[in-house]
């Protein structure tokens, strides 16, 4: 579980019901719920979301004769 500082109880505390998500900027974000109070905690994780890999095509077969300069 993921630990954060809850604003309300001034602890750090476990994040409950945590979801991880991609903020506006691309960075990392963990959101979630203090247990002792309910209030609603949220932790920037270092980093920013590796872009996602477009569907690519098969790659290409080798060719038997490379292109030398001679």
Known sequence: MPEGYCVKCKAKTEIAHALEETMKNGRKAIKGHCPVCGTV??????????????????AAPASDNPSTPE
């Open 41 to 58: 905690m949220f932790k920037i994780l270092g980093g920013k979301a590796a872009p996602t890999a477009p569907a690519s095509a098969p």
